[in-house]
């Protein structure tokens, strides 16, 4: 029987080394920076995702433990246009390379075409889930078409605008003392 496999405590090297898949949701409620862009109450939302270990060869170094991980989930966010709520699927799939230390990850990650992250016994495989969902949110989420017409006056229709206001600065005249 295979063990089953904590997202929060992930020990990286094995899952790579047996060439392991975690599959699982999570509640949304579970991520509490991610629920932050929720706009409605939603108590069954999930959050999807699925992690796939191996071991790949890497110049130099020999074997390096990857990881591929997808999520995704669905929020209830703001229209940028109407301001009326928006339902958004924010999702990814990456790739990551483990090594051995935080240092090393550091000094490798600006170098190298994928991300680096450092390799733990305990590996919070939902932390990551949750900040890469963060950066996949939309910067300006909006519907493709908006559900009501979006007002684009400023000021209301029944707006009455006085007369002409007096310049302020018109009484200064006055006291401009003539020169001679």
Do not use: I, Y
């Amino acid at each position: 029987m295979k063990p089953t496999l904590n997202p929060r405590k992930l020990p990286v090297l094995n899952f790579a080394k047996s060439g392991a898949t975690l599959v699982g949701q999570e509640p949304l409620a579970h991520f509490g920076r991610l629920q932050d862009f929720q706009q409605t109450n939603v108590p069954d939302a999930q959050v999807h995702f699925q992690a796939q270990g191996d071991m790949r060869e890497v110049a130099e170094s020999g074997a390096a433990p990857w990881m591929q991980l997808s999520a995704g989930t669905r929020l209830t966010m703001v229209c940028q246009r109407c301001l009326a709520p928006v339902e958004q699927e924010v999702s990814f799939a990456r790739e990551f390379r483990f090594v051995a230390s935080e240092a090393q990850a550091e000094l490798e990650d600006e170098d190298s075409e994928e991300d680096v992250l450092a390799l733990s016994t305990e590996f919070d495989l939902l932390e990551l889930v949750e900040d890469e969902l963060l950066m996949a949110l939309p910067a300006s989420p909006k519907h493709e078409v908006c559900p009501h017409a979006v007002k684009l006056q400023v000021a209301d229709a029944d707006f009455q605008e006085t007369g002409d206001k007096p310049n302020p600065f018109a009484a200064l005249v006055a006291l401009k003392v003539p020169k001679g």
